[in-house]
């Protein structure tokens, strides 16, 4: 079992930055691809970034590219989201999202606010 611990959400100003952390725990052997989602009220859970276990391979809803990065640390079982310019339709709970032997798993999410 695998248990995802999000960090890092609060409130900001648009045009502000915000780094997320999220750190995997428990029994597991080997977590491929790590990433995160978001769900802003009234909407469906999007993805907004994921990475390959290597770190060499990632992917950005097209509404972040250019401002937000992905990045992890193996040996720590963590994957970051540097969220940079964030926009007031960043706004929404990031989920942190982790994946093995084909079965996903999530954090409890964490709000990110972004005022206008």
């Known amino acids: 079992q695998v248990q995802l611990a999000e960090s890092g959400g609060g409130l900001v100003q648009a045009g502000g930055s915000l780094r997320l952390s999220c750190a995997a725990s428990?029994?597991?052997?080997?977590?491929?691809?790590m990433g995160w989602y978001r769900q802003a009220p009234g909407k469906q859970r999007e993805l907004v970034a994921v990475?390959?276990?290597?770190?060499?391979?990632?992917n950005y809803a097209d509404s972040v590219k250019g401002r937000f990065t992905i990045s992890r640390d193996i040996a720590k079982n963590t994957v970051y989201l540097q969220m940079n310019s964030l926009k007031p339709e960043d706004a929404a709970v990031y989920y942190c999202?982790?994946?093995?032997?084909?079965?996903?798993?999530w954090g409890q999410g964490t709000q990110v606010t972004v005022s206008s």
């Open positions: 990475i390959s276990r290597s770190g060499d391979m990632t």
């Open positions: 999202y982790a994946q093995e032997f084909g079965r996903p798993y």
């Open positions: 428990g029994s597991f052997f080997r977590l491929n691809d």
